[in-house]
């Protein structure tokens, strides 16, 4: 069994920064993908990033994030980061992490509140 807990979330202003993370227990975190999604209120989840297994060499991002958000492991940690930078109104949400051990995203976390507001 695989747990995910994310951490990071907060309030910050429009075109601010927030590094999300994700801390992974109870498998082999260098075998899995690791993802981001998010949820807004009303909405339905959404992809947000994804980064490969092993040594993360390919990155995914959701058109709306691109350019703006970064995805990165670190296998030593066994921590997934999302760095969001030029933050908006629109990316506030609730950010999941999950992994994918199969071909599925298998196992998802609590998830982690991000507020972009004046």
């Known amino acids: 069994q695989v747990q995910l807990v994310e951490s990071g979330g907060g309030l910050v202003q429009p075109g601010g920064s927030l590094r999300l993370s994700c801390a992974a227990s109870g498998g082999t975190f260098v075998r899995y993908g690791m993802a981001w999604f998010r949820q807004a209120p009303g909405k339905e989840r959404e992809f947000v990033s994804e980064i490969s297994r092993n040594t993360g060499s390919s990155t995914f991002y959701a058109e709306s994030v691109k350019g703006r958000f970064t995805i990165s492991r670190d296998n030593a940690k066994n921590t997934v980061y999302l760095q969001m930078n030029n933050l908006k109104p629109e990316d506030t949400a609730t950010y999941y992490c999950?992994?994918?051990?199969?071909?599925?995203?298998?196992?998802w976390g609590q998830g982690t509140q991000v507020t972009v507001t004046t």
């Open positions: 999950t992994a994918r051990v199969t071909t599925d995203y298998d196992y």
